[in-house]
């Protein structure tokens, strides 16, 4: 299994020499995949692999009994269901794209997935979910952190204005370059994204910033220098001389961006959540999305307009997000305190 970057070290094919073309053609063309994707898929091969070599089992193609045992190791070893999920997804991608069987069709590995959830909800396990990042946390920010004459504070605030306003993931807005920005006839700023995670197509994605979304990202441009480089992208890290570090290569790192909604929790004196999942105990790269998700369901936004604006595919992902605020809008609810419809 040579020259598959990666791959080579975790499956032994022996002479299924068909089955090592198509994953080369895999690797190949790995392009057509979201980069966090294809880094995924390495990453749970990874894992499965060497817990094949520790079990005495065969790794690929894999049989629906070792997937079953596998499944059954993740449980013991506490991992949530949603992190078995994307184990098995990925397990079942790569043997899609090698076009054998996989071992996820077999009713042996339904059943444990099934008891899998069954077990999970039953010991009382939710489903994890960022630290909402809402509207009242924007403007809060904003007030505190307006004057600054702090580079990374501007930027900061800059960023997390077109997080919210966008809906965007990180990874879509760390893309994004300054000559990406248009402006419209009253002056706002109009954002031409490439492409994101759902929507691949010609023209990509337009996202309209507010007034005061506008002002600030003008206010991050102006005080970065970065209007004269249009391959810049719009984000950039920062020096501690006060100055931008424009960058037309490197786009900002996650971590970089992940400190910006941490900082701003910081910023709050706000106090960390419980752990949820041993993870969000404040604001995370996704909590903009997700507050974003929640103010709209909130004001009266259908879930197809939430959809919409941020390019989700699938409503259970959505109502994942906004299930408490539509609990408050049940139909026996709005019984019990009018006894008669509404609306």
Known sequence: MENLNGLNSLIALDAQDDISARLRELVRDKGAFAANTWEQLISVMRIVAAWAKKEGRIFFPMKSTDLRDYISHMEEKGMAVSTIQVHTSMIAMLHREA????????????????LTRRSALVAGERTGQAVPFRRDDLFSLDVLWVASDRVAIIRNLAFLHVAYSTLLRMSEISRIRVRDIGRAP???????????????????VTKSLSFQSSERLTSWINMAGLADHP?????CGTHRTNKAIINTTKPLTAPSMEKIFSDAWAALEKNDV???????????????????AQDMAAAGYSVAQIMQEGTWTKPETVMGYIRHIEAQKGAMLDFMEHGKKTN
């Open 186 to 204: 009253d002056g706002r700023i109009i954002l031409n994204v490439g492409y994101t995670k759902t929507v691949l197509k010609a023209g990509g």
């Open 99 to 114: 076009q054998v069987v996989s071992p996820t069709s077999s009713s042996t590995v339904r059943r444990a997935m099934r």
């Open 274 to 292: 419980k752990a949820n999942k041993d993870r969000y105990t404040c604001w995370t790269g996704h909590s903009a999305r997700v507050g974003a």
């Open 231 to 235: 391959d810049a992208f719009l984000f």
